[in-house]
């Protein structure tokens, strides 16, 4: 190598190749993570739904049911998790707050979901709850992990406070973007009763010391962006009955409530310019960047070689100008 | 001989940078949102 100017393109060269596997796996398992910050709400709606009318203690139809969820990211225990943990974490406080057509409470879930910014692995602390109970979370909830793949994953689920399989059942184009489908489905479980019930007076210890046990099974449907692994919608097919009533109600079960639970549209649509957004952060990382720096590496050390070689041309032709004239 | 210098100087960035990455740690951005949990449908989403 003589040119400076091939010498020049060489190191950069090789600043690109090397670059390249640096982003893809380096940098991104540990840049890309999830904000401690985050606030999200989203509403879902089951349109109709039967819900249990207390004062009539009849399963009634109704218009429908609302599902506010809010997921909110506490910093303060993010940082005293941080300190013991020794990685980045993530403190989700979440509600899923159910109201009947009325805009009345029927019931609230309270959560706090602690979990591995990076890889949302779950992460064990004090404080990690559903509905006041502690619980030891395996597995993802909410969302999946960045660059999901196309297998089964742990899903916990809050209403039996245990993981099961949530089963990848093939790829799918929703609204123009590919995305992974998966599906739960959680058998008839008995399940405890909700800390805050929608009628003065009915407390969980009043119904639990009546005999009555809560059941409940749903099917669980997400379509997750596997870039980011955010659910670009998310459905279920709900219910939830009360049984051994026949000494209180006069039957022996009681629905408390069924419905197909869906997002609502300008949530769908929200949420899918956000997962857009965030995508497009993600694939620099781990596809754009890598690739135009490996593209970038090849052309200029193409282009170093193609120098090197003319200048090496270049170069005999000269001490062949001083001709000896002939004697 | 001058390659194996031009590469190495392509080289130390990189290293540099995967120094940065793995030495700095930064601490959890931002302060927690002062919006509540929401008890009621906030209504249409813009």
């Known amino acids: ?92 406080d979440a509600l899923a707050y159910v109201t009947g057509p009325d805009g009345k409470m029927v019931s609230q879930v309270p959560e706090r979901y602690i979990f591995d910014a990076h890889t949302q692995a779950p992460v064990h602390a004090t404080g990690e709850t559903v509905d006041g109970d502690p619980v030891r979370r395996e597995g993802i909830e909410f969302k999946f992990p960045f660059l999901t793949e196309k297998r089964d994953y742990q899903y916990f689920d809050a209403q039996t406070r245990t993981a099961a399989p949530i089963h990848y059942k093939g790829t799918r184009t929703f609204r123009g973007m590919e995305v992974y489908y998966f599906e739960q489905t959680i058998p008839w479980t008995k399940v405890a009763m909700p800390k805050a019930m929608p009628v003065k007076g009915i407390t969980p210890k009043v119904l639990a010391d009546s005999g009555l046990t809560r059941w409940y099974t749903t099917k669980r449907m997400f379509w997750i962006e596997p870039v980011t692994g955010a659910p670009v919608n998310g459905e279920e097919i709900h219910k939830e009955e009360l049984r051994n009533a026949k000494a209180l109600m006069g039957r022996d079960t009681l629905t408390v409530f069924e419905g197909h639970v869906k997002m609502r549209e300008d949530y769908l649509q929200s949420v899918g310019e956000l997962v857009s957004a965030n995508r497009l952060s993600v694939l620099m990382l781990v596809s754009y960047g890598p690739w135009s720096l490996t593209f970038l590496a090849l052309v200029l050390l193409a282009l170093s070689l193609w120098l090197e070689a003319r200048s090496r041309r270049a170069a005999p032709a000269a001490p062949a100008a001083p001709v000896t004239p002939p004697v | 001989m001058r390659a194996l210098v031009a590469a190495a100087i392509g080289l130390a960035p990189v290293l540099l940078f995967v120094l940065l990455v793995s030495l700095v740690e930064l601490p959890p951005d931002g302060p927690t949102s002062p919006k509540p949990l929401l008890t009621a449908d906030p209504g249409p989403k813009k």
């Open chain 1, 1 to 92: 190598m003589r040119r400076p100017a091939s010498l020049v393109l060489l190191a950069l060269a090789v600043f690109c190749a090397a670059m390249a596997p640096f982003l893809r796996w380096y940098a991104f398992p540990r840049l890309a993570k999830i904000p401690p910050n985050q606030y999200q709400e989203t509403v879902l709606e089951a349109r109709p739904a039967t819900l249990l009318n207390y004062s009539t203690l009849q399963a009634e139809k109704v218009e429908k049911i609302t599902i506010i969820q809010t997921l909110k990211g506490n910093v303060e225990e993010s940082r005293r998790i941080e300190r013991d943990a020794g990685r980045d974490v993530v403190v989700w």
